[in-house]
């Protein structure tokens, strides 16, 4: 199995920037997507980016120029920094993983919230 743990949630005006980290344990040897999604109150969860060992990333529209996905494969982190924050970002953030074998791993979750 694969755990996720996120951090780097908070509360931040519009215009303001964050860091958010994924730390990934377990059987981190068979993970081959890497991904954050998120979900506001009231709407499904969606993607915001992803990246695939060896492939390309992948923006949403609503983020792209905006936010950076990367990944430290030397200690198993992927992170997400979002700058220039609105208050249509505001959401928990998920980070997730897909293994070889088909199985899909979600993290707890930190929260987003961009307001003055």
């Known amino acids: 199995q694969v755990q996720l743990v996120e951090s780097g949630g908070g509360l931040v005006q519009p215009g303001g920037s964050l860091r958010l980290s994924c730390a990934a344990s377990?059987?981190?040897?068979?993970?081959?997507?890497w991904g954050w999604y998120r979900q506001s109150p009231g709407k499904d969860r969606e993607l915001v980016a992803t990246v695939p060992i060896g492939g390309t990333t992948n923006y949403a529209d609503s983020v792209k120029d905006r936010f950076t996905i990367s990944r430290d494969a030397s200690k198993d982190m992927l992170y997400l920094q979002m700058n220039s924050l609105k208050p249509e970002d505001t959401a928990v953030y998920y980070c997730n993983v897909w293994e070889n074998g088909g199985l899909k791993y979600w993290g707890q979750g930190t929260q987003v919230t961009v307001s003055s």
């Open positions: 377990g059987r981190t040897f068979s993970i081959y997507f």
